[in-house]
């Protein structure tokens, strides 16, 4: 089993939503874009509950060098084959709300993402905002154009 979909099985398990954001994110919006990193947002409510998350993880094979804390941004974790970034909010510029939980909808089995407007707007109010997530946007915008559901 994959380490994305391990880290998603836990999540269910122990009932904290787990998000697939970054570029693994964007073929669920009808874009495709090579890319290596995985990045998953949780939203764990508190330190127990993050705890309870990392211990669940190792008790799977996934290890992390850090020890997670409420407080911080993200913490890596590392599988038999590569890593992930596990971020404590959908962008670092603003956290979980409630009706951005309810917009999420799954890809997969236990997978979910955010709406396609909160994964948008996770890739403008990002601090460190680069070249690609504008071209993101815009494939976005130009791949989404004729839903019904107006993104605007």
């Known amino acids: 089993m994959s380490l994305t979909k391990i880290i998603f099985k836990v999540g269910s398990e122990i009932d904290i939503l787990c998000i697939l954001i970054g570029g693994l994110a964007l073929p669920a919006y009808n874009v495709a ?31 992390t060098t850090q020890t997670p804390k409420i407080t911080h941004q993200l913490f890596i974790v590392f599988g038999r084959n590569n890593e992930a970034e596990i971020w404590l909010k959908p962008c670092d510029s603003f956290n979980w709300d409630q009706e951005m939980i309810q917009k999420t909808f799954s890809i997969e089995e236990n997978m979910k993402v955010l709406s396609l407007e909160d994964y948008i707007l996770t890739k403008l109010a990002r601090t460190d905002r680069s070249s690609i997530d504008i071209s993101d946007i815009v494939q976005l915008l130009i791949a989404n154009l004729n839903k019904k559901k107006s993104i605007m």
Do not use: H, P
């Open 33 to 63: 874009r090579t890319t290596l990193d995985i990045d998953i947002a949780i939203y764990a409510k508190t330190q127990e509950e993050l705890d309870i998350f990392v211990d669940a993880l190792s008790k799977e094979g996934i290890q």
